[in-house]
Structures are given as structure tokens and as C-alpha cells.
């Protein structure tokens, strides 16, 4: 069973007329992914790869029922593209784009809190559920294969070549979601690993973190609360950096005693949480957890 998307989304991608997305839509489709509407205002009556395009997102929610959007926006335009999806009823939303004003982020992630949209990003590659043939983003699904491991993870990069590894072992994935690199995204590692721990065929819960930010902590501490019950295995990007230094994307920051690599590693630790020093181990440490399962 796939987390958050399954063969019952029906996606609708703004921005459809870009060349971006027109060749990302392309690949969705031909991964399996039911892709009914596209939105472009002023372009409503084209058509890309075989998809209707709409003047709005009301339009194409009423014409095609669609339940999902993927935002191909520029960072600007993010805040109001967001909001039309919101209000038209969607209740996936997926954010690709980076460099989005915090306070826009923020804004956003609360209107989806008000409307019970799942919200994925921003600065996400996406994600995919090899079980449902179904990916919304730009993953490179060859990597991907049916399996018991359910993803998240911070990088995009990362996750490919590391899922690529689990692959390779036939170790197969439930779904695999790229929460996003900014220091405020709307669906935290806290938010997946609960909606992992409720699925039936997840049986092992794979983070992969980076230095700042706080979200590895707050997994830690579900864990050793035991409101987490799967086994949970980390690598976390960034031994090596600097302390005091931002790092890389926007949520690598570090405040409040939260976010270094020894907070993180300690947290993990009291929390029994195994974690790989570097990708390489990340395939045994799996594969010893869910030999115990």
C-alpha cells in the first residue's frame, strides 16, 4: 500500500504549458501516473501530451474531478497558485519550486492545515509509489521498485542514489517523498513517519536528513516515546560540516541546541535509532531490521 498518492489520483499540473513541465508530464505519464488536467489561464482549450488545459484550477476540478495539483510555478507565483488549488477542494498539493518566500511557505502551509490539503514542498523533487505506478514530480522512477520501505528524505540527490542501492538489493519501496529542503515545508519527517507507522506494508521506515533544522530530533523523539513502532534507520547528510556555518539548502540552519550533527546523531541514539555513517551502510542496517520484523 502506497502513502499519500495511489491509483486514485487524479493530477492536474499548473504551469502545464512550460517546458519543464511539459517533459516532466510526459514522464509521469509514461510511468502510469493519471495525469486528467493541466491549467495555464489564458491557454484553456490546448492541449499537452494528450491533456486537456484549463484557464483555472476551478475549471479543470469541475470538468475532470481532479483530487491532485503539481505547481510548476516560479517561486513568485507560488503563493496564489497554491491558494487556487486550495480553494478549488484539492487535497494533494506539490510544490517543486525553490527559493519561495518563507512567509509565503507559511501562509501556504497554513491555509492547507485549514483545509485539510496534504502538502508536499516546497523544494521538493516529489514523490512516487512504485506499487501504484504513480509518481508526482520529477523522481527518476528507474530507481524505484515495489517493496516494504517506506522514504523520506530532505535531498533529492540522496534519495536517488541511496533507493538506487536498496534497489540493487531488492529492497523495494511502500512510497518515497521528498519532504523538501527549506527550513519550513508542509509535511515534516514528523508527519510521514506517522503516516508510515499507520500503513499496513510499510515495515521499515528509511530517513534521509541533513545537518539543520530540527526535524530529525522531533522523529527521535516519537521514537522514544514509543508512539513510533517500525523500525526506523537514518543517514543523515553533513558530518563534515562546519559548525556555525548555513549549509546548502534553506532549512540547514541551526538554532536553539537543535540541528548540528551531534544533536541529531545523540537523538538518534536515545532513540535507538541505527544510523548509516555513509550510504553504503545504509542497505545492511535496512536489511538487519527487516530481517527482525
Given amino acids: 500500500m502506497s502513502v499519500l498518492v495511489d491509483s486514485d489520483i487524479r493530477l492536474l499540473v499548473q504551469g502545464i ?59 513568485r507565483a507560488m503563493k496564489a497558485a497554491a491558494f487556487e488549488a486550495l480553494d478549488a477542494g484539492i487535497r494533494l498539493v506539490v510544490m517543486v519550486s525553490e527559493h519561495v518566500p518563507v512567509h509565503d511557505t507559511m501562509e501556504i502551509v497554513a491555509g492547507a492545515e485549514i483545509a485539510g490539503t496534504d502538502l508536499i514542498g516546497p523544494n521538493t523533487p516529489g514523490l512516487i509509489a512504485p506499487p501504484a505506478r ?41 512510497t518515497c517523498v521528498g519532504v523538501g529542503g527549506d527550513a519550513i515545508v508542509g509535511t515534516t519527517f514528523a508527519k510521514m513517519i506517522k503516516l508510515f507507522e ?18 530529525e530530533e522531533e522523529v527521535a523523539d516519537l521514537v522514544a516515546r514509543g508512539d513510533i513502532t517500525k523500525p526506523v534507520v537514518a543517514y543523515i547528510a553533513g558530518r563534515t560540516a562546519p ?28 532513540a535507538s535509532i541505527p544510523v548509516a555513517a555513509v550510504p553504503a551502510e545504509v542497505v545492511p542496517l535496512l536489511r538487519k531490521q527487516l530481517d527482525r520484523t
Fill in 243 to 270: 559548525e556555525g556555518k548555513r549549509m546548502g539548502h534553506a532549512g540547514a540552519i541551526v538554532a536553539s541546541g537543535r540541528g548540528s550533527i551531534k544533536s541529531k546523531l545523540a537523538a538518534f541514539d536515545a
Fill in 134 to 174: 504513480c509518481k508526482i514530480g520529477f523522481v527518476p522512477s528507474q530507481y524505484y521498485m515495489p517493496g516494504p520501505v517506506g522514504v523520506a528524505s530532505r535531498s533529492g540527490t540522496l534519495t536517488y542514489e541511496i533507493v538506487s542501492r536498496l534497489t540493487l538489493a531488492s529492497i523495494g519501496q511502500t
Fill in 198 to 215: 499507520a500503513d499496513p506494508e510499510t515495515e521499515a521506515i528509511l530517513l534521509i536528513g541533513e545537518v539543520g533544522g530540527s526535524m
Fill in 17 to 75: 504549458t512550460g517546458s519543464a513541465a511539459q517533459h516532466h508530464t510526459k514522464l509521469m505519464l509514461e510511468y502510469g501516473t493519471r495525469i486528467v488536467a493541466g491549467v495555464r489561464p489564458g491557454a484553456g482549450g490546448q492541449n499537452v501530451h494528450g491533456v486537456p488545459v484549463f484557464d483555472t484550477v476551478a475549471d479543470s476540478v469541475e470538468a475532470t474531478a481532479a483530487n491532485a495539483a503539481i505547481l510548476f510555478v516560479p517561486a
